[in-house]
C-alpha cells in the first residue's frame, strides 16, 4: 500500500525539524555575508529581509523549536560552513559566489536566539542543499525518521533545495512558511508556488497544535 497524499500529521517519534542556514553569516547585519557592502546598502537591498526575520520568521523559530523540544521531537540545524579554514573543500557554486564561511567562525554559529541545546545536531554544509554536502540522510535514517519539517534561510534558495532533495530521498516534507525568509516578498511566495508538489506548507501555530503544543 502506498500513500496518496502528503496531508499526513506528524507522528513525533518518526519526525524531525532542520533549522537551514539560521546563522550569523546571513542573519546579522554584521555577518560574513554583508561585509563588503555599505550599511545604507545593507539596508536599502536587504531591509525586508532583516525586518522578516526579526519579526516574524525567528519568532517562529524559537516557538517551533521550544514547542519541538516538549513533544520530544528531534531538532536539528544546518549551516553554511566549511570543513576547513580556507574554504578549499566549498562546492564550485559557493567557490563562484565566494562564500566561505571558515570552519569553527562566528560566522558559522547558530544565531542565539535559537541556540543549539548540548545534545542537538548541527551539521556544517558547503552547498545550497544540505542533502548533497552532509551525511544528513543517512543520520535521519539512524534515527528513524521518515517526516520532516523545514524553516530557514533562504526560502527560495537552501529550503528549497532541502525541500525538494527531502522528497526525492522519500521523506515527507512539511515547509513552515511563516518561519522561512528570502530577500522579498515576490520571491518567498513564488518558491512557495514553485514547490508545493513536493511538501505540504503549514503555519506555525497550526504545526504546534498538531503536536499538542
Excluded at 101 to 124: C, F, N, Q, T, Y
Aim: some cysteine; glycine content about 8%; hydrophobic content about 35%.
Amino acid at each position: 500500500m502506498h500513500l496518496t497524499t502528503r496531508e499526513i500529521p506528524l507522528d513525533p517519534a518518526r519526525s524531525a525539524i532542520l533549522f537551514i542556514d539560521v546563522q550569523n553569516f546571513s542573519c546579522r547585519r554584521e555577518g560574513g555575508e554583508f561585509k563588503d557592502i555599505p550599511p545604507a546598502e545593507v539596508e536599502a537591498r536587504c531591509g525586508y529581509y532583516f525586518d522578516r526575520l526579526e519579526t516574524l520568521a525567528v519568532p517562529n523559530m524559537q516557538a517551533l523549536q521550544a514547542g519541538f523540544r516538549v513533544a520530544g521531537i528531534e531538532v536539528m540545524y544546518t549551516t553554511i560552513e566549511s570543513l576547513t579554514k580556507d574554504g578549499r573543500d566549498r562546492s564550485l557554486d559557493y567557490k563562484i559566489t565566494g562564500f566561505n564561511v571558515p570552519k569553527g567562525s562566528w560566522d558559522g554559529r547558530v544565531i542565539e536566539e535559537i541556540a543549539p541545546g548540548e545534545d542537538e545536531i548541527v551539521l556544517p554544509k558547503s552547498s545550497s542543499s544540505v542533502f548533497v554536502s552532509t551525511h544528513i540522510d543517512y543520520i535521519l535514517r539512524n534515527l528513524g525518521v521518515t517526516q520532516i519539517v523545514l524553516c530557514g534561510c533562504l526560502t527560495d534558495q537552501c529550503v528549497e533545495s532541502a525541500v525538494r532533495d527531502a522528497c526525492d530521498l522519500g521523506y515527507l516534507v512539511t515547509l513552515v512558511p511563516d518561519a522561512c525568509a528570502t530577500m522579498t516578498q515576490a520571491r518567498h511566495d513564488n518558491s512557495l508556488r514553485a514547490i508545493k508538489g513536493y511538501c505540504r506548507q503549514v503555519p506555525t501555530a497550526d504545526l504546534l497544535k498538531e503536536i499538542g503544543q
